[in-house]
């Protein structure tokens, strides 16, 4: 009953949120509602147990994705005026793309209804269990190569987006950190021995 | 007396649990608020006599000559309190009010996972560290949107610094606190401290030692801390960040939430690499005296110890640059942490150390 409740109070949060992104004016707002929105989904994901992926959630995309996006959001100087011409001659589109989701999510609830379990069990887990080490586990076994091979393509993906944005400019003025390191006083630092002058 | 206890035991199991669990939470974050009060306190003593100064030594508690300048941090919060909190102009003004919030909050929920002693802490849960990572990674928002929404040049320089500067960082803490895990085989605060047990040279900071000077330093970049806060950075941008708040809008948006920041990465710290509430002498004097029992005295001790370190580093070195500091993150600590990995690694498989059972 708790669980039902706090279910529908998150997700009605999420749904504001979510419309939020796409009605606020200003984009820094629609930012932070998108924001909201990943927070509430975490919650929703922790009311399912699955603690594990609620808390990467908003580790990865709220506290790394979401930072660099507010970061640039803020720095552009976005002409909303412009953005908003469009909404008339993309409206079908969006339409479309929302009546597809809605046929999907009707054709699950109905699968569902002819009794067949598609979800899993949700029967309460024991109190030991740690979806952490379950993940780990199924994650370097079964799907060791999926997963490496994930792993490779967003190396490969760090690897080019480096690769396209750092070009060499000429006449660049930086610090050789080693070498200033590596500096000793003899290099730097001449010593004279000078005569005193006596006046006569 | 009587009449209370028969209320009590009259009560259903949850109302009961409910009240504990409360007044359990309600007892935490005073003792948080409390810590910070006197950590203030502690830095302006502390920098003061390193620089052959005296700190604050005018207001006493009760009259007592004995404690003067206790009550400081009590003179400062009433003071703050009741200035005016100002709201600029230009202002976003929502989201303006709002921003010392989203610092505050994770700030304070953070203590929930911490082990205060071997029978308290006020959620024991499994993934306890990954928690408290993912809410550190939010204090972020409220420092950008400070910025932000002050409508500033110089608040938006310090947030974007700020911002910057604790996404690397948050890395090379990352890194580090897998190797920890990788020490304990445990996500959960309380069993890393387990892991730990047999007196001072078990504890992880010994095996991981390159990963806890990483780990510090890092927790002292994260909180935006001397020589690393170049987010406030007054002598280029006057006081970053939080240069447009006032009253008590700064006093949540900058004083509690740093404070409250540097004493929860020491208390990590501590939990992680040095045994939390274990003792250092445990094995080495007999079981039966209280110095080898575990207990949160050791905790409040370690605690302490690395909040005095907060204070001497700041009191001790000049603010770095603002490319230094990225360059020790990126290019330093970062390689670092991987290289104790790959070392740890290769110690896991071939049962050295705390590995060999």
Not at chain 1, 143 to 152: I, M, R, W
Not at chain 2, 210 to 222: K, N, Q, R, T
Request: charged letters at 15%; one cysteine or more; aromatic letters at 14%.
């Amino acid at each position: 009953m708790l669980t039902e409740i706090l279910f529908y109070a998150f997700a009605a949060v999420l749904l504001g949120a979510a419309i939020g992104v796409i009605a606020s004016r200003n984009p820094v707002h629609s930012v932070l509602f998108l924001v909201l929105c990943f927070f509430n989904s975490a919650v929703l994901w922790l009311l399912i147990e699955a603690e594990f992926l609620a808390i990467v959630l908003v580790l990865v995309y709220v506290g790394a994705v979401m930072v660099l996006f507010l970061f640039v959001v803020m720095m552009l100087d976005i002409n909303i005026e412009k953005l908003r011409e469009g909404f008339t001659r993309y409206a079908p589109l969006g339409a479309l793309v929302a009546v597809i989701v809605v046929v999907e999510m009707y054709y699950v609830l109905w699968v569902k209804r002819l009794g067949m379990d598609v979800t899993g069990g949700t029967a309460p887990l024991p109190a030991d269990y740690s979806n952490t080490a379950a993940i780990g586990e199924v994650l370097y076994t079964d799907y060791v190569y999926p997963f490496q091979l994930a792993a490779v393509v967003l190396l490969i993906a760090i690897v080019a987006a480096i690769a396209l944005t750092m070009r060499r400019r000429e006449g660049l003025r930086t610090q050789d950190v080693s070498r200033q390191v590596a500096v000793r006083r003899q290099d730097r630092v001449r010593l004279v021995k000078v005569e005193p002058e006596v006046e006569q | 007396m009587d009449s209370l206890v028969a209320i009590w035991s009259g009560l259903p199991t949850d109302a009961r649990s409910l009240i504990l669990t409360t007044l359990a939470v309600v007892g935490v974050m005073l003792g948080v608020v409390m810590a910070v009060a006197f950590t203030t306190l502690a830095e302006r003593k502390v920098i003061g006599y390193m620089q052959l100064r005296l700190g604050p030594n005018r207001i006493s508690l009760f009259g007592l000559p004995i404690l003067r300048g206790l009550a400081q941090p009590f003179a400062d919060v009433i003071k703050l309190l009741f200035k005016e909190v100002l709201v600029p102009a230009n202002a976003d003004r929502k989201l303006f009010l709002l921003a010392p919030l989203i610092v505050l909050v994770p700030a304070l929920a953070a203590w929930a996972v911490i082990p205060f002693s071997p029978e308290f802490v006020l959620a024991d849960i499994n993934a306890g560290l990954l928690f408290i990572l993912a809410l550190t990674s939010l204090g972020v928002y409220g420092v950008i949107l400070a910025g932000w929404a002050a409508n500033s040049k110089y608040a938006f320089l310090g947030a974007m610094r700020s911002a910057a500067q604790m996404v690397a960082y948050e890395l090379a803490m990352g890194f580090a606190i897998v190797g920890v895990l990788m020490a304990a085989g445990s996500l959960n605060l309380g069993e890393i401290v387990r892991s730990q047990q047999g007196g001072a040279l078990a504890w992880h900071w010994f095996w991981l030692f390159p990963l806890f000077v990483v780990y510090f330093i890092s927790g002292v970049a994260e909180t935006n801390r001397a020589p690393f806060d170049v987010a406030e950075g007054e002598s280029e941008i006057v006081a970053g960040f939080h240069v447009e708040y006032s009253g008590a809008a700064f006093a949540t948006l900058f004083a509690l939430p740093e404070y409250a920041n540097m004493i929860l990465i020491s208390a990590l710290a501590a939990v992680m690499f040095l045994g939390g509430w274990l003792s250092p002498f445990e094995g080495y004097l007999p079981d039966a005296w209280f110095i080898t029992q575990p207990s949160f005295f050791w905790l409040f001790l370690k605690i302490g110890g690395f909040i005095f370190i907060y204070l001497w580093i700041r009191a001790t070195f000049p603010r770095y640059r603002y490319d230094q500091i990225m360059r020790l993150g990126w290019k330093v600590l970062i390689p670092v942490t991987l290289a104790w990995l790959a070392v740890e690694g290769v110690m896991v498989w071939f049962k050295v150390g705390p590995w060999a059972a």
